[in-house]
């Protein structure tokens, strides 16, 4: 009987074995895949901060451009202010220039 108590409990401990043996093979297999999927994770926000940055690049040159396009129109502003400036004072001057000539006309008749 003492026998029979001791195998059964021997077969008792190892079943126990083997299922835990069972278990621990499931965890090390979940742990890989943890793994891989935390790899592939790492490769996808490798490759978004790699494009993040080529749109800050991108974005670098626009506002570059952007600044440079509203520098040149002030520049064309200034000009154009410039323009009527002189355009002003060619008009005053063509205004006294026909008042002149009036009155020369009106001395002469």
Do not use: P, W, Y
């Not at 001791?6 to 190892?14: C, E, K, P, Y």
């Not at 890989?32 to 996808?44: G, P, Q, V």
């Amino acid at each position: 009987m003492l026998i029979t108590v001791m195998l059964v409990s021997i077969m008792l401990f190892a079943s126990g074995c083997s299922q835990n043996t069972s278990e621990d093979e499931n965890r090390v297999e979940n742990i890989k895949e943890n793994i891989t999927e935390k790899r592939e994770n790492l490769s996808n926000l490798s490759e978004n901060i790699t494009e993040k940055r080529e749109n800050l690049s991108n974005l670098s040159e626009n506002i570059s451009g952007k600044k440079e396009n509203l520098s040149n129109l002030s520049e064309n502003v200034s000009e154009k202010r410039e323009n009527l400036s002189n355009l002003s004072e060619n008009i005053s001057e063509k205004r006294e220039n026909l008042t002149a000539v009036r009155e020369n006309l009106t001395d002469r008749i």
